[in-house]
């Protein structure tokens, strides 16, 4: 790589400051980049010193002081044969040198008459310039000061990113694994022993790292892995990053990407969004660079220099962790609400049978199945930020059913009284109630009683309401369609007249779907989802009765589900 004009003429006023004893540590790290990246660079540099102490020891024999230019640009410079920059004020100072040199007369040769048959061989002892040492032992001074800059100077290591979230996580460093922890670059590698965590960098570039993995920063930009997994995305940073292993380095700008290095040295690249450059084979002879773009992967190792293409592998990376709710979010594509409402994070980590109380009331217990009255106060959840609020509707007053203050203006009214939890699954519960029958948890054609089905049980009356924009920023993904079963579970005993009740699906305060439910009626529901729609929720009513002695049996077997409550993501 040759440089430019331009940046010759930085080079040496760079290693003019060096000679004159005036640069800046800035300046420094400036000129160890040019030699780092430059073969030229190296080069020049050489024949520069060279250079400056014959014409400091030419000055001092002719007494003659010449005037140092900076290299211009332009067709002013002239290059001798190594390749080495000298301006005409050099090449002047060298001509006058030979201009006024003294001539040296040499002994004359004799040449014997008969040449003898073994003739002496004389030794000629080598004539040692003082000029010469005084050079050779300058130009040694100058680089081993260069050599020695860094030892006497050391520049400290400089924070370079945070770790923003940790996730189980246990490392090699003695300060303590939290939120909010420096990463330095230049460090020793950090070995992550266990669990994952979450890296922001200064530059805005977002990683998750997983267990077991051994890394370090070369720099803000730079991260340089010895085995593990990490996921890249720099769509909101200010510069690009690159990924370097011990056989590669992957080059991107503004794009999302996943990396995996073994302790074997096999290495795979995956590239969800944009397009990276990858080089391979950076200890071989022969290197490989190539274009790996969005939804292509690449696999190679450094017993082979072959690159090979391999399926992408898109739930191989965390790609999000959140340590309050146990959230690890490897690209599933959708989010089960019942799954939340069980303490986990959408994604199966919630307990079956765990729920919420609508009413919020502390004196009750957890999972408690009994007739409770309550007002219709709208009561925030603080301990799940998924979920925004529940509340008990009763139709008497106007029904808050957001932080934002939404109301649910079409609510009838109700009895006011609701049986339980807001539940996620709850088999056992109702196993323990008494009231589970062989095919009680069978709605339509799909039975809930299996464990890879899940519902979220709102008996009346009780409504819960989920804020959208929290997956959104934690997912980093839009949100297109809720879809869910609606149904009523068969528990009313044979002889009593048809329970029934009401299912609503409510977007920031606006009525999507409703339906008078009954054990025999089911439906599929499908709710399309916009970029500004925040709030979701879901609310299931008794349908209503006026009088007072009727009102506690108002809710008897409104046993309403959401069967597979999904949020579907782009």
Not at 272 to 300: P, S, W
């Amino acid at each position: 790589m040759e440089l430019s004009n331009v940046q010759l003429n930085r080079l040496f006023n760079l290693l003019g400051a060096l000679r004159d004893g005036v640069i800046s540590r800035q300046e420094f790290e400036e000129l160890n980049e040019f030699l780092k990246t430059f073969p030229q660079a190296r080069e020049l540099y050489v024949d520069y010193v060279y250079l400056c102490t014959d014409l400091c020891n030419l000055q001092a024999a002719i007494r003659h002081t010449p005037v140092f230019a900076s290299p211009v640009s332009g067709g002013s410079n002239e290059q001798d044969q190594s390749g080495s920059t000298l301006t005409l004020e050099i090449l002047q100072i060298l001509g006058d040198y030979e201009n006024q040199a003294e001539a040296v007369e040499l002994p004359p040769v004799e040449i014997p008459s008969q040449p003898s048959l073994r003739p002496a061989v004389v030794k000629a002892k080598p004539q040692v310039s003082k000029l010469s040492l005084f050079a050779l032992f300058t130009s040694l001074g100058a680089l081993l000061m260069i050599l020695a800059y860094p030892l006497l100077f050391p520049q400290p290591p400089a924070g370079v990113a945070s770790v923003s979230d940790a996730l189980g996580a246990a490392w090699s460093w003695q300060e303590p694994l939290e939120k909010g922890t420096r990463l330095v670059n230049g460090s020793a590698p950090i070995q992550l022993i266990k669990g994952l965590i979450k890296i922001r960098t200064d530059n805005g570039v977002h990683l998750v790292m997983e267990a077991p993995a051994e890394f370090r920063f070369l720099n803000s930009d730079e991260l340089s892995m010895t085995y593990g997994r990490v996921f890249v995305n720099i769509q909101q940073a200010r510069n690009g990053f690159a990924v370097q292993t011990q056989q590669s380095k992957i080059i991107d700008m503004g794009t999302q990407f996943g990396v995996y290095t073994d302790m074997e040295g096999e290495i795979e690249l995956h590239v969800f969004e944009g397009k990276t450059v990858l080089i391979a084979g950076l200890n071989n002879k022969t290197k490989k660079a190539l274009d790996v773009i969005a939804g292509q992967a690449r696999r190679f190792s450094e017993n082979d220099s072959e690159v090979r293409p391999i399926a992408l592998r898109e739930r191989l990376f965390a790609r999000d962790i959140q340590s309050q709710n146990n959230l690890i979010w490897r690209q599933e594509k959708r989010i089960d609400l019942a799954d939340v409402v069980g303490g986990g994070d959408g994604l199966g980590s919630g307990q079956r049978g765990h729920g919420i109380n609508p009413s919020n009331r502390p004196d009750d217990r957890p999972g408690e199945m009994r007739d409770r009255r309550s007002g219709n106060t709208y009561n925030r959840i603080s301990s799940n930020p998924f979920i925004d609020g529940v509340f008990v509707p009763n139709g008497a007053s106007p029904q808050i059913i957001s932080s934002a203050g939404h109301l649910f203006t079409e609510c009838p009214i109700t009895s006011g009284y609701f049986f339980a939890d807001i539940l996620h699954s709850p088999t056992e519960q109702l196993k323990q109630n008494g009231t589970f029958k062989a095919s009680s948890l069978q709605v339509g054609q799909v039975d809930y009683s299996q464990p890879d089905k899940s519902f979220l049980c709102l008996h009346a009356n009780s409504g819960i309401t989920f804020d959208l924009s929290v997956f959104r920023s934690r997912l980093q993904n839009p949100i297109r369609r809720f879809t869910a079963q609606t149904g009523m579970l068969d528990f009313a005993p044979p002889n009593m007249t048809a329970a029934y009740a009401e299912c609503w699906i409510l977007i920031d305060g606006k009525v999507r779907y409703h339906a008078i439910l009954t054990p025999e009626h089911t439906e599929t529901v499908g709710i399309e989802i916009a970029d500004t729609d925040r709030f979701l929720t879901l609310i299931a009513t008794d349908g209503g009765s006026r009088d007072p002695q009727l009102d506690r049996n108002a809710i008897g077997y409104d046993w309403c589900i959401f069967g597979q409550p999904k949020l579907s993501l782009e």
